[in-house]
């Protein structure tokens, strides 16, 4: 499961919606890269590919490759809009070790 913040939600829908992406959903992965060894990876679609898995949090859909799912399992999406600047941020309690920007993190 993958949780969604209501701050997330807000800012998600609110950038759909001024991209015109209204049929649009929150895809979340992982790859290799950064400073921890693993990176984030968030982006709006709307095609699912037969490797997806799809849910639903807050009334946001959020579809992950099986394979990124298990990095991912527990996360909570949520939005920053703090003295660091604004984002979205991955609260991941898998993660050992994250990069001081959370951008990248190590199981």
């Keep these: 499961m993958i949780k969604v913040s209501d701050n997330a939600k807000k800012q998600a829908i609110r950038l759909m919606e001024d991209e015109g992406q209204v049929d649009y959903f929150i895809r979340v992965g992982v790859k290799g890269g950064g400073c921890s060894g693993l990176m984030y990876e968030l ?14 949090d807050n009334g946001i859909k959020v579809v992950v490759d099986k394979k990124s799912y298990l990095y991912l399992v527990g996360t909570e999406l949520d939005f ?13 309690p ?3 070790r994250t990069c001081g920007c959370g951008e990248s993190f190590s199981l």
């Design 43 to 56: 982006d709006f679609d709307n095609e699912l590919k037969d490797t997806d898995k799809e849910i639903e």
């Design 80 to 92: 920053s809009g703090g003295l660091n600047g604004k984002g979205f941020v991955f609260k991941n």
């Design 94 to 96: 898998n993660a050992d």
